[in-house]
Nanobody, 121 residues
Framework: EVRVAESGGGLVQAGGSLRLSCTAS????????MGWFRQAPGKEREAVAG????????YYADSVKGRFTISRDNAKGTMYLQMNNLKPEDTAMYYC??????????????WGQGTQVTVSS
């Protein structure tokens, strides 16, 4: 059984930091592109950041470039998202994804349940 689980969300003041973690089991972790998506109330889910398998190339949405850093530890089957200088507009439910793509939602094959990030002004 494939399981994808996020942790690390919470409430933080603007300018603060959080580190999200995503652990995946039941799949060949190092063969999957891993990503983070987020969905704010009343908005569509959007890709935030992702890391591919080959060469570890990364993707970042323009809105988080320079503030968020994604990484993966294949030995631990875990992916991380370090979020610095958080802004109120970063408030959303953050979802971990696994699949052939970490940017295109229709290609994601596995989703986590989500972890809430709330940034107060």
């Amino acid at each position: 059984e494939v399981r994808v689980a996020e942790s690390g969300g919470g409430l933080v003041q603007a300018g603060g930091s959080l580190r999200l973690s995503c652990t995946a089991s039941g799949l060949s972790f190092d063969n999957y592109a891993m990503g983070w998506f987020r969905q704010a109330p009343g908005k569509e889910r959007e890709a935030v950041a992702g890391v591919y398998t080959v060469g570890g190339s990364t993707y970042y949405a323009d809105s988080v470039k320079g503030r968020f850093t994604i990484s993966r530890d294949n030995a631990k089957g875990t992916m991380y998202l370090q979020m610095n200088n958080l802004k109120p507009e970063d408030t959303a439910m953050y979802y971990c994804s696994a699949g052939p793509s970490c940017q295109t939602q229709v290609l994601v094959t596995n989703w986590g349940q989500g972890t809430q990030v709330t940034v107060s002004s």
